[in-house]
C-alpha cells in the first residue's frame, strides 16, 4: 500500500512514481510512505523458501524501498477434500469411480456415485489482508493522506476500500494475471472520485526489478 501527499521527493519518484505518473488529476502527487503487508514463511514446510525470503526483505529494507513491513503469519494443516479435475471453465468437476479404477461394494457391485477423498497439505498466508484494511483506515481517518494506493486484487478488501473512495482518491493495482476481482471493482466519480485501475505486466515488474546486489544482499538464484 502507498500513501500518496501532494508533494515531491526525488527519492519517491525514482522508487514509485511510475505507478502514479500520468494519471488524471494526479500529475502532482508523490509517494509519502510504502507499507508492505506480508507474512514470513515457514521453514520448517519451506527452509529455502523461508531463506530467499528472508533476503528479499532484508534488501528491501536495506534500499530503502519501503518504509514499513507489517507482517502476517502462514498456518500448515492437514485439509480433506473430494478428488476433482478442473473443466474448461476451470470450474471443479468431481472424480467418480470408473474402471481401471473402480469402487464396489461387499458384494462386487459398482457404487457408481462413490467419489474420492484425499488428504492434502494446506498453506495459507493469514492476516495480511486485515493489516492492508488497517493501515489503509488508519491513515485515511488520521487524515495524513490526501490519496492511496492499494496494490492487491483480494475480493476481501471490498468494504474498506469502498469506504476509503468516500474520502480520498484511490488507485488499485491487480498485481496477478487473473482478472480484476468484480468486488474491488468501481467508478472513477465514485465518493470524492479521481480513482482508477491498473493491472501490472510483466514489463512493469521487469523495470522495477531490485539490483541483482543490494547492500550485503544477493538476489537468490532463480529470482
Known amino acids: 500500500m502507498a500513501r500518496c501527499r501532494e508533494s515531491t521527493t526525488k527519492r519517491d519518484r525514482f522508487r514509485y512514481g511510475r505507478l502514479v505518473a500520468g494519471r488524471t488529476n494526479w500529475q502532482t502527487a508523490d509517494v509519502d510512505r510504502v ?10 514446510d519451506n527452509p529455502d523458501g523461508q531463506r530467499d525470503q528472508s533476503v528479499y526483505i532484508n534488501a528491501l529494507r536495506a534500499s530503502g524501498s519501503v518504509d514499513h513491513i507489517e507482517f502476517g503469519y502462514c498456518v500448515s494443516r492437514v485439509k480433506y477434500a473430494p478428488l476433482a479435475v478442473r473443466d474448461r471453465a476451470g470450474r471443479p ?8 479404477i473402480q469402487v464396489c461394494d461387499s458384494a462386487g457391485a459398482s457404487v457408481p456415485g462413490a467419489s474420492f477423498m484425499v488428504s492434502y497439505a494446506y498453506r495459507e498466508e493469514k492476516g495480511s489482508d486485515v493489516n492492508v484494511a488497517s493501515h489503509l483506515l488508519l491513515d485515511v481517518f488520521k487524515g495524513v493522506v490526501d490519496a492511496a494506493v492499494v496494490i492487491s486484487n483480494d475480493s476481501d478488501l471490498r468494504f474498506p476500500i469502498e469506504q476509503v473512495r468516500q474520502h480520498v482518491p484511490v488507485g488499485l493495482v491487480n498485481p ?8 474491488l471493482r468501481g467508478q472513477a466519480a465514485d465518493g470524492v472520485g ?5 493491472q501490472l505486466t510483466a514489463g512493469d515488474l521487469i523495470k522495477c526489478q531490485l539490483p541483482s546486489t543490494v547492500s550485503a544482499y544477493t538476489r537468490p538464484p532463480g529470482w
Open 35 to 44: 507499507v508492505y503487508c506480508t507474512a514470513r514463511i515457514d521453514g520448517a
Open 93 to 100: 468437476v468431481l472424480a467418480r469411480p470408473t474402471w481401471p
Open 176 to 183: 496477478s494475471g487473473n482478472y480484476l476481482a468484480g468486488a
Open 194 to 198: 479521481r480513482h482508477w485501475w491498473y
